[in-house]
């Protein structure tokens, strides 16, 4: 099927602990992104890759630092989790310029 | 700086109406603009994509407009049904090339059987 997939599609842990959330597209995109929802629901952009360079980096924490080993794979790394970073990570991916976006099904990250 | 605005939040209507959900954006050098639909719990689906140069998509009972000049985009869902009920979201790029998606806060429709 061609699809963005993410894993894991739910994640619990402990404050403080790292952890990574991983996404691929077999779309052929050359722009990957990764977006939070909050618990209001509201979607807001986080970072995006094109062709591995990033290009956009919103005023997030630098407790995580997103990685793109090929235009196919980003990836999304969490240090020192926090009871606010409880929320739902939607990565997506699209062409340049182009047909609009494609998301991913999420992955619903709890800290306890 | 694009600011997507949606009304109206929350939406009941018994099966079999017809309804609009509205979309509002500030920039309007927009390249395309994208109304999707998302099931609690769920992800995002893509409903339908609006390029600059049309005015209007059609994909079964949906029917999206695009008015850039007033910043205005419409979603009508013909003949609605209990399984129409979701969030819509609607989101238009930040403008000026970016590639960035800026989202509206979404209208959650319940059709009532």
């Known amino acids: 099927d061609t699809a963005v997939s993410q894993t894991p599609k739910y994640l619990v842990t402990q404050m403080g602990n790292d952890k990574s959330i991983k996404c691929e597209q077999n779309l052929g995109h050359d722009t990957m992104y990764w977006y939070k929802q909050d618990s209001k629901k509201f979607l807001k952009i986080m970072f995006s890759?094109?062709?591995?360079?990033?290009?956009i980096n919103e005023t997030v924490p630098n407790r995580f630092s997103p990685k793109s080993p090929d235009k196919a794979h980003l990836n999304l790394h969490i240090n020192s989790l926090e009871l606010g970073d409880s929320a739902v990570y939607f990565c997506a991916s699209s062409f340049t310029g182009g047909d609009g976006y494609t998301f991913g099904s999420g992955t619903r990250l709890t800290v306890v | 700086k694009q600011e997507v605005t949606q009304i109206p939040a929350a939406l009941s209507v018994p099966e079999g109406e017809n309804l609009v959900l509205n979309c509002s954006f500030t920039d309007s050098a927009i390249y395309n603009l994208q109304w999707f639909r998302q099931d609690p719990g769920k992800g995002l689906t893509s409903l339908l994509l609006i390029q600059s140069s049309q005015r209007e998509q059609t994909s079964g009972r949906l029917n999206a407009s695009l008015d850039k000049s007033s910043g205005r985009s419409t979603l009508y869902i013909a003949a609605s049904q209990p399984g129409d009920s979701a969030t819509y979201l609607c989101?238009?790029?930040?403008?000026?090339?970016?590639?960035?998606?800026?989202f509206g806060k979404g209208t959650k429709l319940t059709v009532n059987p």
């Open positions: 989101a238009a790029p930040q403008g000026g090339g970016s590639e960035k998606l800026v």
């Open positions: 890759y094109n062709n591995k360079e990033l290009i």
